[in-house]
């Protein structure tokens, strides 16, 4: 599904306008979004939790030459499903 079926699905669901589902589901992703850049977590019941994960520098090969290289340490968005959305 892309963003713009979430939209129409969210429309369809709520009776919204689509202009406003489209705002919505724009603001959902905005709130995610800014929350994982503060480097919060972010839970919805039932759904799952969305986290920033520190991932730590490390030696890696370059697969064309083989060659070794530095790959520096970054943050990485994860997100874990909730149990009931597992099972």
């Known amino acids: 599904m892309t963003k713009e079926g979430l939209v129409n699905a969210v429309c369809t ?5 689509s202009a406003d589902s489209k705002k919505a589901v724009q603001a959902v992703i ?3 979004t800014e929350t994982l850049k503060r480097g919060d977590s972010l ?3 039932g759904f799952g939790t969305f ?3 520190e991932r730590a520098a490390r030696e890696g090969r370059n ?3 083989g060659e ?3 790959i520096p ?3 990485v968005a994860k997100w874990k499903p909730s ?3 597992v099972d």
């Open 43 to 45: 839970q919805l019941i």
């Open 13 to 17: 669901k709520t009776g919204m306008a």
């Open 30 to 32: 905005d709130t995610i």
């Open 63 to 65: 697969p064309a030459t």
């Open 83 to 85: 149990k009931g959305l």
């Open 73 to 75: 340490a970054k943050k």
């Open 51 to 53: 986290s920033v994960e």
């Open 68 to 70: 070794k290289m530095q």
